[in-house]
């Protein structure tokens, strides 16, 4: 599945900041979703993830009660509400479409192109 994340940008610690994820050639709503992000000389790390039904969500703790994670499958799309932002969240973000257990295990089919989330202090 092709994926576009979008939404990312220069931002001031404690600032807010939605990013969305989307395909324009196929129907997100059967698959599970999920977000991650990757800072210079990191691995790729886990941030949240949200069944098809949306019923079943999982963040990191690192992330846990400042990022949400929601879909809406009338719109094809995924999104990611990112608050009380710290500089350590500094990352290029990634949606990805598979399993909410290989997902939750870092785990996904493809990897679309990223978007840049920079947090200042």
């Known amino acids: 599945v092709q994926l576009q994340a979008s939404g990312g940008g220069l931002m001031q610690a404690g600032d807010s900041l939605r990013l969305s994820c989307t395909s324009s050639e196929r129907t997100l709503r059967s698959f599970a979703m999920g977000w991650f992000r990757q800072s210079p000389g990191n691995e790729r790390e886990f941030v949240a993830a949200i069944s098809w039904t949306g019923y079943t969500i999982t963040y990191a703790d690192s992330v846990k009660g400042r990022f949400t994670i929601s879909r809406d499958n009338a719109k094809n799309t995924v999104y990611l509400q990112l608050n009380s932002l710290k500089p350590e969240d500094t990352a290029v973000y990634y949606c990805?479409?598979?399993?909410?257990?290989?997902?939750?295990?870092?785990?996904?089919?493809?990897w679309g192109q990223g978007t840049q989330v920079t947090v200042s202090s």
């Open positions: 990805a479409a598979g399993a909410f257990e290989r997902l939750l295990n870092n785990q996904a089919p493809s």
